[in-house]
């Protein structure tokens, strides 16, 4: 079977700019919308000692050669957070960055090898103040790209309307029956048997060697989802501890940490934290995650020490990261990722 036109072939691209000068048109409305609140616009290396310490997450590696010959590890980032962070430790109050990152192992029409992600970030302030944040941003790239809803394969939502808070709880009494947080302990450790027995009651599939997380994962992947942000944006918040390594629990519930995440359209477009500056803590979470992640695909990575060394001296903080070319699409009518890139990744025996 022959091979779609590449990208750069004339009739190709005609049909993708209208898309990718949609994408343009509300990059410069955003620039502009945190320049007028006082953010600075920082850039930061795509090159880092660790690409992260999320167990699901998958990174490219390369080598630094030095001038004597010497080799050093290094990662092209998952995201710009780390470094984001260490400038909040260095004294930056507001600071927002369009960065392109890369993750391995995705791939489809949500995903794309390396794709723009917009972080920002408030210190001294709290998280639900991202919530605001997110509702007007979605309001200004629809009424950028000349439209009132946003959409992706045929369901639509309207950035108009205040978003919908949802925690992690309700969303799973309502779209699947269960009690989430029966299954979590005080201390935020978690009860897979508990969690299991509840699926089975709703007719979930469980396999004996899933974990916790891979059955949370399982509910809120069939059937949490595919309802969210429709008609109106949803912001999902309360993600379980077990799930938030990166965000400080709840005051008023250990079980649960100051974790959101955006949706419109069924489609996952931000997730935002409360921001955990506990070194100790983090270092804990992230030696988890990499235990997970041998335990899974056999790998791991180092972690980023000046990273947990900032936030020693980081302000209490606020961020979020949003998937710029996925806001893209919903907002030009796009429906792959790769039309609201310039040029994607070329794919082998393309």
């Not at 005609?14 to 920082?42: C, K, W």
């Not at 998958?58 to 590890?73: V, W």
């Not at 998952?78 to 930056?92: H, Y």
């Not at 969690?195 to 007719?203: E, N, T, V």
Request: glycine share 8%.
């Amino acid at each position: 079977m022959p091979h779609a036109s590449p990208w750069w072939t004339p009739d190709v691209h005609a049909d993708r700019r209208p898309f990718l000068i949609g994408r343009n048109r509300i990059q410069a409305a955003l620039r502009r919308f945190f320049e007028e609140r006082d953010f600075i616009e920082v850039d930061t290396a795509a090159l880092q000692v660790s690409p992260g310490n999320e167990a699901h997450l998958h990174a490219f590696a390369t080598e630094a050669i030095g001038h004597d010959g010497s080799a050093q590890r290094l990662y092209l980032h998952t995201s710009p957070e780390f470094a984001c962070k260490k400038l909040l430790a260095a004294g930056e109050k507001r600071i927002a960055c369009f960065a392109h990152v890369y993750r391995n192992r995705e791939r489809g029409p949500l995903h794309h090898p390396e794709f723009t992600m917009l972080e920002w970030y408030r210190a001294g302030e709290g998280y639900e103040t991202l919530m605001g944040d997110c509702a007007e941003i979605l309001a200004l790239a629809a009424e950028t790209a000349g439209t009132r809803t946003l959409g992706y394969q045929g369901r639509e939502c309207s950035p108009a309307l205040e978003p919908e808070r949802l925690s992690l709880a309700e969303a799973f009494e309502r779209h699947a029956g269960i009690d989430l947080l029966a299954s979590i302990a005080r201390d935020g450790s978690t009860d897979r048997a508990r969690l299991a027995a509840a699926m089975r009651c709703a007719g979930l599939r469980v396999a004996e060697d899933d974990t916790w997380a891979d059955l949370f994962s399982r509910v809120l992947v069939e059937k949490i989802e595919p309802e969210l942000g429709l008609g109106r944006p949803t912001i999902l918040d309360e993600y379980p501890v077990a799930e938030a390594a990166l965000a400080r629990p709840t005051a008023y519930d250990k079980r649960v940490a100051e974790r959101f995440e955006l949706y419109a359209c069924g489609v996952e477009l931000a997730n935002a934290f409360g921001e955990l500056t506990d070194a100790a803590e983090q270092r804990r979470r992230f030696q988890q995650e990499m235990a997970e992640k041998a335990r899974v695909y056999g790998e791991t990575y180092p972690l980023d020490e000046d990273f947990l060394a900032a936030l020693a001296i980081m302000p209490e903080a606020s961020g979020i990261a949003l998937g710029f070319d996925r806001l893209a699409m919903l907002a030009t009518g796009a429906s792959r990722i790769d039309q609201v890139l310039w040029a994607p990744v070329g794919e082998a025996g393309a």
